[in-house]
């Protein structure tokens, strides 16, 4: 079984250097065209990556102050509700008191 995973490995490294030389020849470019031609492809993907990088951050921070309005919008309505229902507590208290001082 070993020698049949090493003829394979032999026939994997014989196919990949056919490969090469068959690219190298059949190239439609030059080394340095196709170099220029890789760094430009490279460039232009650093910057969509960038851009979209970009784009994600500000939508983040948005639904992040989004969120924070909404927190306090709800912490606004809970305290309204709270300092109500404890003026409402003061106020039937204090005329259960007179009531009591009245009798």
């Excluded at 190239?27 to 430009?40: D, I, M």
């Amino acid at each position: 079984m070993s020698d049949n995973n090493s003829n394979s490995f032999l026939w994997f490294l014989a196919g990949l250097g056919v490969g090469a030389i068959a690219g190298v020849l059949y190239a439609p470019r030059s080394g340095n065209e196709t170099r220029e031609a890789l760094r430009s492809r490279a460039e232009e993907g650093r910057d969509y990556v960038r851009n979209r990088a970009h784009t994600a951050r500000s939508q983040a921070n948005d639904w992040v102050d989004r969120g924070r309005e909404v927190l306090n919008q709800q912490k606004d309505q809970f305290r309204a509700a709270y300092d109500a229902g404890r003026q409402a507590y003061h106020e039937a208290t204090s005329e259960g008191e007179q009531a009591a001082k009245n009798l």
